[in-house]
């Protein structure tokens, strides 16, 4: 009989989620180990964009330059760009992913971190890589088969792919981020709702030198309107940059009805031909694959010891660029829960916040992303383009919209329109930072929610509200100058407070748990030269805010309390899930 091999944490899955998971445990100093059922880690790009929430916590957990150095930089991404084709006729652009001025000033006060494109296969070799090093034991060809559970653990099957034998892992939690078509969701009969396979995508990965057509307006996308472009898929075709300017993939839609088009290299040909527009530049076919668009959501993201994350629990098209992101986010969300639990800090209820808190999320950015390839339409519309016709009659309404006429000087207006309107897509800085978490894990101060002042899809409003990210603002200490944001996380509880706040750094120093202090103010270990804190804290110098380790407020008290200890204790408790 084998020896069942022994582990903390267990998690099936080399992904954006799983990867994370490992990277932040590890980190933490919890023993686990990765098993995935592939040879290798992600050998084509699939997801790319990187959000300035998902910078943060790789920031935190030490691998941020890493990506930076890897990554497309964010002023190359942003002339998203709608054309018949790459060599045809360009109807117009949108300054996308923060590169609008505008938008960019936002970014800029945001966050420390900088969005960036950083294709799959290049992303999780970094995470992978430094979750090893510190510790995570990493399995390929090891296949997740099944698994139980007890009051004390859970016993995993897996299967040795190379010797073909099968045997078990136990630990005391399992983290299934096995992707889309999860086995362990599946197997902790976790509720989904809406739907998979509502729509039918090609992948096509592709070496060719496309410079003379890109780099004079450097983008991640090129959206082309093309005859059968909205057909299945993601709304259009799609030209995406993997790296500037030589290697790409382009999304083509099939009808999901009729099934997937034969994919042999001489149909991927004739799709970049027709996508390109160029039948000179040679191109070398590197990969092709189908899938499916899905709208499904988990409505629960555990059952007991067992929990999943990303794609396990959100599945949608790559519009607006959540898939990786928001994978990663709920890989952190959960790492630093487990650790607290299972040293015995916290009690175990405080895992049933990582459902309360992310699951909303998930929810939210499938309904997004599916809303995105619905706001494609109006694009087309504008043309008249998405009744049945000849591609002649297509190019007639292209060319209709340049003649001197009252019908096409709306039409012109209507196109520019649609086109702005795909902001929500490309430009929804409020999906990417705006997250508010309601659960036991979170104190409420009392105060009204004043919700946003403007569209919250579209930007940002920081909020030092119990629930709300902590805001990020520039700060110093000594001659360094450092964002708030890098005050806290490293995987503990730090307070925050000012000048009159002693009560508050006596109450932190006297928890059984370490919490660390932050004192901001003149003659203090930081000050706030900018004034920037002062006005973003929205407590008084003597107030406090008590931050988890994933950088999210738990506690507000705005101003000064000779029953600081008490009250500081009475947080924690609550937020341990000891209350």
Known sequence: MSTVVETDVLIVGSGPAGASAALALSTYGVPNIVVTRYASLADTPRAHITNQRTMEVLRDLGVEQEVVAQATPQHLMGNTTFCTSLAGEELGRVRSWGNDPLVQAEHELASPTRMCDMPQHLMEPVLVNAAVARGTRLRFETEYLSHTQDADGVTATVRDRLRGDTYEIRAKYLIGADGGRSRVAADAGLPMGGQMGVAGSINIVFEADLAKYTAHRPSTLYWVLAPGATVGGIGAGLVRCVRPWNEWLIV???????????????????????????????????????????????????????????????????????????????????????????????????????????????????????????????????????????????????????????????????????????????????????????SGAIVPDGTPDPGFARDPELHHQPSSRPGARLPHAWITSGSRTLSTLDTVGRGRFTLLTGIGGEDWVRAASAQDLPVATVVIGPGQEYEDPYGDWARLSEISDAGALLVRPDGFVAFRHASAAPDAGELLADALRTVLGHA
């Open 252 to 438: 083509w839609g099939y009808d999901v009805t009729a099934g997937a088009p034969d994919l042999t290299t001489e149909y991927a040909e004739s799709v970049v031909r027709k996508l390109v527009g160029d039948d000179d530049i040679p191109v070398t076919i590197k990969s092709s694959s189908a899938w499916t668009v899905n709208e499904m959501y988990a409505e629960r993201y555990a059952n007991g010891r067992v929990f999943c994350a990303g794609d396990a629990v959100h599945r949608h098209p790559p519009s607006n660029g959540l898939g990786s992101n928001t994978s990663v986010q709920d890989a952190y969300n959960l790492a630093w829960k487990l650790r607290l639990v299972l040293d015995g800090t916290a009690h175990p209820r405080l895992l049933d916040s990582y459902t309360a808190e992310r699951a909303p999320i998930g929810r939210q950015v499938v309904t997004r992303a599916n809303q995105s390839i619905r706001e494609t339409a109006p694009v087309f519309e504008a043309l008249d383009g998405l009744s049945p016709q000849t591609p002649e009659q297509l190019w007639a309404n292209i060319a209709a919209r340049k003649d001197s006429t009252e019908a096409a000087g709306k039409q012109r207006a209507e196109l520019r329109e649609a086109i702005a309107f795909k902001a929500y897509e490309f430009n929804a800085h409020g999906v990417d930072l705006n997250q508010r978490y309601t």
